[in-house]
């Protein structure tokens, strides 16, 4: 695919997807295709099972794992907590609040965020522990940087800076029976997509954006904002609630669609078709739309 992208625009990195229960979501993603990794442990009382794909985004599935500590972290100023105990009180448990960007300096995104007036809050350093399939483990430290709109309860952005990648093989935790190799496209919507281009572009980091049209090209997906009648119109999927910006679906790349589409028919997952996209609906352990697309 080929992106006319700003210099600086930054990636994708990964998309948070807020679920009650791990146990569940793991059900649901694994009936999905998707291989899962092993439960991993914040330090400020959340947990995830991500999916992560070759082409180096991931799915961060999220729940309350130590629910003492979370509420001590919201106390303490911790961002990532809050803006995650906020959309949950909103949307409920299950659902897909946050879009993460890659980022070699959260330092410079938080500064740029506070200059705009976008910033969610304080920035957050951490480290936890991290193992693949084999059960090799080592530590992963990140730097994140967060930025929502005044009144947002629906979404937020933020940057995550890798300040220690851990050494360890992703490749087993990447090879999906679904044939999914990598995000394409990232649907949000929005009752008012124009308002939300200041927010967005100084997020991805964007100056070229004149605020036209419903699509920001980062380097290695698209995140396209629609209305909700233009969501509904192309994807057959109710939009919603009112809102002024929600994340409300994946579009991922596969192999080949008739193998997505065996696999998802033999383990009983419903799903339409819509133009060359198979759309599958949210479910618990599943906080947004998936969609699969063929791209050879």
Same mark, same amino acid.
């Given at each position: 695919?080929?992106?006319?992208?700003?210099?600086?625009?930054?990636?994708?990195?990964?998309?948070?997807?807020?679920? %009650?229960?791990?146990?569940? =979501?793991?059900?649901?993603?694994?009936?999905?295709?998707? $291989?899962?990794?092993?439960?991993?442990?914040?330090?400020?009382?959340?947990?995830? !099972? !991500?999916?992560?794909?070759?082409?180096?985004?991931?799915?961060?599935?999220?729940?309350?794992?130590?629910?003492?500590? =979370?509420?001590? *972290?919201?106390?303490?100023?911790?961002?990532?907590?809050?803006?995650?105990?906020?959309?949950?009180?909103?949307?409920?448990?299950?659902?897909?609040?946050?879009?993460?960007?890659?980022?070699?300096?959260?330092?410079?995104?938080?500064?740029?965020?506070?200059?705009?007036?976008?910033?969610?809050?304080?920035?957050?350093?951490?480290?936890?522990?991290?193992?693949?399939?084999?059960?090799?483990?080592?530590?992963?430290?990140?730097?994140? =940087?967060?930025?929502?709109?005044?009144?947002?309860?629906?979404?937020?952005?933020?940057? !995550?800076?890798?300040?220690?990648?851990?050494? &360890?093989?992703?490749?087993?935790?990447?090879?999906?029976?679904?044939?999914?190799?990598?995000? &394409?496209?990232?649907? *949000?919507?929005?009752?008012?997509?124009?308002?939300?281009?200041?927010?967005?572009?100084?997020?991805?980091?964007?100056?070229?954006?004149?605020? %036209?049209?419903?699509?920001?090209?980062?380097?290695?997906?698209?995140?396209? $904002?629609?209305?909700?009648?233009?969501?509904?119109?192309?994807?057959?999927?109710? =939009?919603? *609630?009112?809102?002024?910006?929600?994340?409300?679906?994946?579009?991922?790349?596969?192999?080949?669609?008739?193998?997505?589409?065996?696999?998802?028919? *033999?383990?009983?997952?419903?799903?339409?078709?819509?133009?060359?996209?198979?759309?599958?609906?949210?479910?618990?352990?599943?906080?947004?739309?998936?969609?699969?697309?063929?791209?050879?």
């Amino acid at each position: 695919m080929t992106r006319n992208t700003a210099a600086g625009t930054h990636p994708l990195d990964h998309l948070v997807l807020p679920t %009650q229960s791990l146990e569940v =979501a793991r059900t649901r993603l694994n009936a999905l295709g998707f $291989v899962v990794a092993p439960t991993g442990i914040h330090p400020f009382g959340t947990e995830n !099972c !991500c999916v992560f794909l070759a082409d180096g985004a991931y799915l961060e599935p999220l729940a309350i794992g130590d629910e003492q500590a =979370a509420m001590q *972290a919201i106390a303490d100023g911790n961002v990532f907590v809050a803006r995650d105990r906020i959309y949950r009180e909103s949307n409920g448990d299950e659902g897909f609040s946050a879009m993460v960007l890659t980022t070699g300096n959260a330092n410079a995104n938080h500064a740029r965020y506070l200059e705009a007036g976008i910033s969610a809050g304080d920035m957050l350093s951490f480290s936890r522990a991290f193992t693949d399939t084999a059960g090799k483990s080592d530590i992963a430290s990140f730097k994140l =940087a967060f930025a929502a709109g005044a009144e947002a309860t629906d979404a937020f952005l933020f940057a !995550c800076e890798r300040v220690n990648a851990a050494d &360890v093989d992703r490749a087993a935790l990447q090879a999906h029976a679904n044939g999914a190799t990598g995000i &394409v496209e990232i649907v *949000a919507v929005s009752d008012q997509p124009a308002e939300q281009h200041g927010l967005i572009s100084v997020a991805v980091d964007d100056p070229a954006t004149n605020g %036209q049209g419903s699509t920001f090209h980062l380097p290695n997906a698209d995140l396209s $904002v629609l209305d909700p009648v233009s969501f509904t119109a192309r994807f057959g999927l109710p =939009a919603g *609630a009112p809102t002024d910006l929600r994340f409300a679906a994946v579009v991922f790349t596969v192999r080949r669609a008739d193998v997505t589409l065996r696999l998802l028919a *033999a383990n009983s997952i419903q799903h339409d078709i819509a133009g060359n996209d198979i759309v599958v609906q949210p479910a618990p352990g599943q906080g947004a739309a998936f969609i699969f697309r063929e791209i050879p």
